[in-house]
């Protein structure tokens, strides 16, 4: 088991440097630098993952991905305000994408900021209309709030939609 983690940890600073080297010869390939990012991630060096996207985001600051990438890892690192900042411009440029707006209300329900939390799921309502997400995110936010009789049926009927999503089962026997 210890060889193990040995060799996966041996192995992740092997594809680092191969990955440092590659983006030397082709600066700015954006699949090496995910990979790379990845690998400094999965190594807990959060800082130089974030670094990565920071870099991307240097280069083209109108590409979502990298904004919610940046987003994610200033989360993983407890740095909610950084973390709302690129999740919110991450918005600004993929308004329908679905998984900023999950990382956004987390964001919200975090602060219990409710009130914005159940805004942003209107928000969602509107450009996602009948899709199991909606109600999820209803039953989220009301399950935070401590009202558990809206949140159940709100989980309800986005279980109705979306039957086997382990997500929403859980957050149904979370209430339990």
Known sequence: MIDDVVVGERLLYILQLVLIELLQQRPGLPQ?????AAAYQAQGRLDEAADVFRSQIARDENQPAPHFMLGMIL???GKGTGALASFQKAQTLAPKDQAVAFQLIELDIERK?????????????TLHPGSWTVPFLQGKVFSAEGKWAEAE????????????SLTIHNLLLDGY
């Not at 090496?32 to 790379?36: C, D, G, K, R, V």
């Not at 900021?113 to 309502?125: H, P, W, Y």
């Not at 049926?153 to 086997?164: N, T, V």
């Open 153 to 164: 049926k709100s989980l309800l009927a986005a279980l109705a939609l979306q039957p086997d």
């Open 75 to 77: 989360r993983q690192q």
């Open 113 to 125: 900021d409710f009130e914005t939390a159940r805004r942003r799921v209107q928000e969602q309502e």
């Open 32 to 36: 090496a630098e995910q990979l790379l």
